[in-house]
Nanobody, 124 residues
């Protein structure tokens, strides 16, 4: 069982940066692949980025490639999402999710554990 808590969201101007954190409970966090998803008003939840258990592999959605970086510190049970060059279209609630697998996935249905989300608002 893993509990996830996101933080770091807020209001930022276009072109600015934010770093989101996803803090996990449980001693087996290093056995979980973790992903970030986002959901804008009136839209479906979409994949943003994912990282493997040992951080060897990462995956990014095309709209954020080159601007966002996912990383993790298993000693701190935390996954990060560094977001640079933010755009108005990045405005959404950002969720972290975990699955007990070595395989990365971009599908929401593949993740068993979810945080409550953190709001990111980018003003243009």
């Amino acid at each position: 069982q893993v509990q996830l808590v996101e933080s770091g969201g807020g209001l930022v101007q276009a072109g600015g940066s934010l770093r989101l954190s996803c803090a996990a409970s449980g001693r087996t966090f290093s056995t979980y692949a973790v992903a970030w998803f986002r959901q804008a008003p009136g839209k479906e939840r979409e994949f943003v980025a994912a990282i493997s258990r040992s951080a060897v592999s990462t995956s990014y959605a095309d709209p954020v490639k080159g601007r966002f970086t996912i990383s993790r510190d298993n000693a701190k049970n935390t996954v990060y999402l560094q977001m640079n060059s933010l755009k108005a279209e990045d405005t959404a609630v950002y969720y972290c999710a975990a699955r007990s697998s070595i395989v990365l996935s971009i599908r929401t249905s593949d993740y068993n554990y979810w945080g409550q989300g953190t709001q990111v608002t980018v003003s243009s």
